[in-house]
């Protein structure tokens, strides 16, 4: 199992809004929905912020949002703020019983 | 509140086993619910699924790194343990603990993460 796809950066400007994508193929991210988005800001360990593609943790603000189209599953944080720069990766459960992550992806706010 | 804290060497000469413990506090690691996993991260590097241990002792392992990983628990201490031999410069990480909840298919509890640094 590769890891999932995202893209290397993403940036945008207080109050904006960003996505980040995850994609893997039509036989994981395709046919479950058993990802998970995790914030990572730098020098600590990564945070749940969505589960089950689009469900929220307690306390996690409902700037971020996720959704899932065919392969690719979808992180939105909107009205950006200067916290939530940080590095995102997406996981997925695998019919394997095993566990992959994403490549990551680096949110600026400019 | 849940809390997990990873303990070991930080420094494991290479061909060697690496040994770390992640100490559960604030929950049974005997809960039916839940299993736990190991995952780690290169410096400057993404995530990486090591493996993880489910409540009846079941594991499952990232197939890159099997035959050479072991993950057990002790329930009178409540903790678990992660065994990686035969390391290289490769596995200097970070290597974080982190608890799954089953069924949801997430980690829900992390903690800190400790550096092990494969050096001689």
């Known amino acids: 199992q590769s890891a999932l796809t995202q893209p290397p950066s993403v940036s945008g400007s207080p109050g904006q809004s960003v996505t980040i994508s995850c994609t893997g193929t039509?036989?994981?991210?395709?046919?479950?929905?058993?990802v998970s988005w995790y914030q990572q800001p730098p020098g600590t360990a990564p945070k749940l912020m969505i589960y089950?593609?689009?469900n929220r943790p307690s306390g996690v603000p409902d700037r971020f949002s996720g959704s899932k189209s065919g392969n690719t599953a979808s992180l939105t944080i909107s009205g950006l703020q200067a916290e939530d720069e940080a590095d995102y990766y997406c996981?997925?459960?695998?019919?394997?019983?095993?566990?992959?992550f994403g490549t990551g992806t680096k949110v600026t706010v400019l | 509140q849940l809390q997990l804290q990873e303990s070991g060497s930080g420094l494991v000469k290479p061909s060697q086993t690496l040994s770390l413990t992640c100490a559960v506090s604030?929950?049974?690691?005997?809960?039916?619910?839940?299993?736990w996993s190991w995952i780690r991260q290169p410096p400057g590097k993404g995530l990486e699924w090591i493996g993880y241990?489910?409540?009846?002792?079941?594991?499952y392992y990232n197939p890159s790194l099997k035959s050479r990983v072991t993950i057990s628990v002790d329930r009178s201490k409540n903790q678990f343990s992660l065994k990686l031999s035969s390391v290289t410069a490769a596995d200097t990480a970070v290597y974080y603990c982190?608890?799954?909840?089953?069924?949801?298919?997430?980690?829900?509890?992390w903690g800190q993460g400790t550096l092990v640094t494969v050096s001689s």
């Open positions: 604030g929950g049974s690691i005997s809960s039916g619910d839940y299993s």
């Open positions: 241990i489910y409540h009846s002792g079941s594991t």
């Open positions: 089950e593609v689009s």
């Open positions: 039509s036989s994981d991210v395709g046919s479950y929905n058993r």
């Open positions: 996981s997925l459960y695998t019919s394997s019983s095993t566990y992959v």
């Open positions: 982190a608890r799954e909840t089953e069924l949801l298919w997430t980690f829900d509890y």
